[in-house]
């Protein structure tokens, strides 16, 4: 079986499907098609079996993602999920508690999308007065979208107010700086992109405003470009 993702985590088993690999012959060449997908990793394993894993070689084909041309064909367009690399993937974070060790607030920013918090997957503050969580993209970014997963487990059943602030500030958590389009009530477990159009900033904040509540992400995912000291984006 092939895998293609941005998570590393498990060996990247996480990662979703390119193809399944029935029968190999040894010393066959085979192409696999992956039909436009994105990521970082590539995977290839023996699923539910213990055995010996052996390769002379393997070649990726594709392109650079940032550098891929705005007019996309539609059925990209379409995919539920932005197309691109996500720059938030094992970047700095915090949030305003931290309920259990496990629910630590890298969970957001590990590349595993599961929405079961008993599964090592989420982040989870306490009972706080507009919980927040933030991530320090570490340099200039022109953010175009962000796509985020709340916790989706047995545990959870109502839907919840999200809002998502981007800019320069660390004032206030981050909760001073612009806000990237409305604010969205998610259901558990489903993912929701906002669009950012383009909003510059360092620091991403995803908060649930004017409630006492828990904040509980399996996943943020940030995509846009980078913006160089001479001005110009990558």
């Given amino acids: 079986m092939i895998l293609v993702g941005d998570s590393s985590v498990n060996g990247g088993k996480f990662n979703p499907r390119c193809a399944t690999i029935s029968s190999l012959d040894p ?3 085979e192409s696999f098609f992956c039909g436009s997908m994105n990521g970082r990793f ?5 699923p539910e079996k213990k ?3 052996t390769f002379c070689e393997v070649q990726v084909f594709g392109k650079l993602a940032p550098f891929l041309p705005h007019g996309l ?5 379409d995919l539920d999920r932005p197309f691109g690399i996500n720059i938030a993937l094992g970047k700095s974070s915090y949030q305003s ?3 259990h060790l496990l629910g630590s607030s890298d969970k957001a920013i590990d590349g595993n999308e599961i929405s079961d918090f008993y599964k090592n997957s989420c982040t989870h503050t306490n009972n706080d007065f507009e919980p927040w969580w933030m991530v320090d993209l570490t340099s200039e970014f022109i953010v175009d979208t962000i796509m985020i997963i709340p916790r989706g487990d047995r545990c959870v059943e109502m ?4 809002e998502i602030r981007i800019g320069y500030s660390k004032e206030n958590n981050g909760k001073s ?9 998610i259901s558990p477990g489903q993912k929701h992109i906002f669009k950012c159009d383009g909003m510059q900033g360092r620091f991403i904040t995803v908060t649930m405003p004017e409630v006492k509540e828990f904040l509980s992400l399996c996943e ?10 001479s001005g110009k984006y990558f």
């Avoid at 590539?42 to 023996?46: F, K, L, S």
């Avoid at 064909?73 to 367009?77: S, T």
């Avoid at 839907?159 to 999200?162: E, H, L, Q, S, V």
Wanted: glycine share 8%; proline share 5%; aromatic share 12%.
């Fill in 42 to 46: 590539v995977t290839v394993i023996i």
């Fill in 159 to 162: 839907t919840a107010k999200y």
């Fill in 220 to 229: 943020v995912e940030v995509f846009g470009k980078q913006i160089t000291s």
């Fill in 97 to 99: 508690s931290t309920f």
């Fill in 177 to 185: 700086n612009p806000r990237c389009g409305d604010s969205a009530r």
């Fill in 27 to 29: 010393g066959r060449t």
């Fill in 73 to 77: 064909p539609k059925f990209i367009k």
């Fill in 51 to 53: 055995k010996f894993l």
